[in-house]
């Protein structure tokens, strides 16, 4: 129970970015397109699953003075690791990233978790909560990038990593006028800003 | 010179780290509710920002491209930033405690500002020289800092204002940071 | 005292224990990514100035030496045999190294194609270089003993308009690639005589 539980907080209460107010660069940056967003969530689920386990099994061999500057080693590995694999398999993906991928070094989520949760915890409820917040971050991600892409370029791409599964569904028909605005900087914000309000909306609902 | 002068431009009002690329935006909209503390942070960021990229540049052209250890880059270079701003947090505790008085408490959130990591790699990936990765990393923070304190000049005006229920709090800044980019892509052209 | 001797201590078998992972994970993606980073930046360059060939040019990459550095050629196979070999040089443009792939017709000494993979040229001035359809053709059928120029220099190429500093460039590109094809011209024959 307390390990679903762990796991099924990232995906609702405590859902990065709309809840946990933590990663938000990656979260504007990458999420014009559907398959960048799922290719970056997907990185960053291995990376905070594989530094939560770990510093969860050092916890106590690491000094308390130099917490910070071990989980920043362990979560840096585990990034570029990610970049090494990313350029070996999946070029094109890692292309589109670009410099994003280095980034999720600083993404305050990764060290957030490992601050918070993994450093206090045992290694399985901290698993259970690296996945969880992961593949909440993922769901944010395709979500938002979904709509972007949809209203602003009219189509869907998707492409599953390390696969050649991929495919550009084109959901208006030619007469759509895309709607530019989406996929460009303010788009990204708004956009963001409006699905916030709309958890909000939601929340109350099932609060009343 | 004119060169240096038009990438300045560029880094501040066009390509502005924050509206147009997407960097250091918890920060952003973490700090910027009140004037003096988006004030306190912006300049913590000028002058780490500056440092840092400088560093990081000197480190990733002189110790890890001749070294062939390119692909360390992102673990040298964290920790390199994790190093300094601890570095900067003593050196103005003991030496002039009155900038600490007013930066201290911003410091170590600077640690994770994907803004400074950020413009570090960009220097060194557009293969900027000495004098480029200087002007770019101190006028990409310049960019920072302005658009963190136009933002809570914003927000301020807005905890008086009477704001729906639902898009309280970071809702609201999301939409406000999103108007303030669309007014700076109104400089796009311009270089 | 002790503490201080154990954080430097774990610090520094996480360090070190970080980058031997690191270092292995390198080493062993390493000629992957570099196939990779062939396929899609050079791939579709090299596919361009060897266009009709019948086999897969990055996948029957060779390497020679010149001097201090390794060349990797490219060897393009048309009738069943290997008539072309495409291969990577440098020029210098306006704003710093552009990568100029030149492709060599073994049997004539002629220049049969020419393609720019990367460069820092000035957006919408020297990068229409990249894409000029009338300024890649012009080098086509030129001899590799001519010395390659502008016409401005009192050559045979035509600049593209507005990016004289560029043209130049890829032109001195093309001349180094010249100059490497005849020093390794033997290897290179040799080398291309195995290759179906």
């Not at chain 1, 094109?92 to 949760?117: K, M, S, T, W």
């Not at chain 1, 593949?135 to 979500?143: D, E, I, K, N, P």
């Not at chain 2, 910027?32 to 500056?50: C, E, H, R």
């Not at chain 2, 304190?149 to 999301?174: D, F, K, N, S, W």
Request: glycine residues 10%.
């Amino acid at each position: 129970m307390g390990l679903v539980r762990e796991f099924t907080k990232g995906l609702w209460d405590e859902i990065p970015p709309f809840r946990l107010v933590l990663g938000l660069c990656p979260t504007l940056a990458v999420t014009k397109t559907l398959k960048d967003g799922l290719g970056m969530g997907l990185a960053v689920i291995f990376v905070l699953l594989c530094s939560n386990v770990l510093i969860s099994i050092l916890r106590n061999i690491i000094p308390p003075k130099v917490r910070i500057a071990c989980y920043i080693v362990v979560i840096a590995t585990f990034v570029v690791i990610v970049e090494l694999v990313m350029q070996a398999f999946t070029y094109e993906l890692y292309q589109d990233l670009g410099i994003f991928i280095p980034l999720i070094v600083v993404n305050c989520i990764v060290l957030g978790r490992a601050e918070a949760f993994a450093s206090k915890n045992g290694v399985l409820a901290s698993a259970a909560d690296g996945l969880g917040i992961g593949v909440g971050f993922t769901l944010s991600l395709t979500v938002l990038g979904s709509i972007r892409e949809a209203l602003g370029c009219g189509t869907l791409s998707l492409k599953i990593p390390f696969t050649d599964i991929s495919h550009v569904y084109n959901l208006f028909g030619p007469s759509f006028k895309p709607f530019a605005f989406m996929v460009s900087a303010p788009g990204a914000f708004i956009c963001l800003g409006m699905l916030l309000c709309l958890m909000n909306i939601i929340g109350n609902l099932k609060k009343s | 010179m004119s060169d240096y002068l038009l990438m300045a431009i560029s880094a501040i009002f066009i390509n502005n780290i924050l509206l147009a690329q997407y960097l250091g935006n918890c920060p952003f909209l973490g700090v910027s509710k009140k004037m003096d503390t988006a004030t306190g942070m912006g300049m913590a960021v000028i002058f780490v920002l500056t440092l840092a990229g400088v560093i990081t540049w000197i480190i990733d052209v002189y110790l890890l491209c001749p070294m062939d250890l390119v692909y360390l880059r992102t673990i040298v270079f964290i920790l390199v930033i994790a190093a300094l701003v601890q570095f900067v947090e003593i050196f103005l505790k003991k030496m002039v405690p009155a900038l600490y008085a007013g930066l201290g408490i911003f410091l170590p959130l600077i640690t994770t500002n994907c803004a400074v990591f950020g413009v570090a790699v960009i220097n060194v990936r557009e293969g900027f020289n000495f004098m480029e990765a200087l002007v770019f990393s101190f006028t990409s923070a310049v960019g920072f800092a302005l658009a963190l304190v136009l933002m809570a000049g914003l927000r301020e005006r807005m905890a008086t204002a009477r704001i729906p229920q639902v898009l309280e709090g970071t809702a609201i800044g999301l939409v406000t940071a999103g108007f303030m980019s669309l007014a700076f892509l109104g400089f796009m052209g311009m270089v | 005292m002790r503490e201080i001797l154990k954080m430097f201590i774990v610090l520094g078998i996480i360090c070190g224990v970080a980058g031997a992972l690191l270092a292995g994970v390198y080493t062993g993606t390493m000629d992957k990514i570099e196939y990779q980073e062939l396929k899609f930046v050079k791939g579709p360059v090299i596919m361009e100035v060897l266009q009709g060939c019948t086999n897969n040019p990055v996948d029957d990459r060779f390497k020679l030496k010149y001097g201090e550095e390794e060349v990797k050629f490219f060897p393009g196979v048309f009738n069943g045999k290997c008539t072309k070999m495409a291969f990577e040089t440098k020029g210098s443009g306006f704003g710093g190294d552009i990568g100029v792939i030149v492709a060599v017709n073994i049997s004539e000494d002629t220049i049969s194609g020419m393609g720019i993979t990367t460069h820092k040229e000035t957006p919408g001035v020297g990068s229409r270089a990249k894409d000029s359809v009338p300024f890649k053709n012009s080098f086509a059928g030129l001899s590799i003993n001519d010395d390659i120029k502008i016409k401005a220099d009192g050559g045979t190429v035509d600049a593209v308009s507005g990016a004289t500093v560029t043209s130049k460039g890829v032109c001195a590109g093309v001349n180094t690639g010249s100059t490497i094809y005849k020093e390794l011209k033997d290897q290179i024959i040799s080398k291309a005589k195995e290759i179906k």
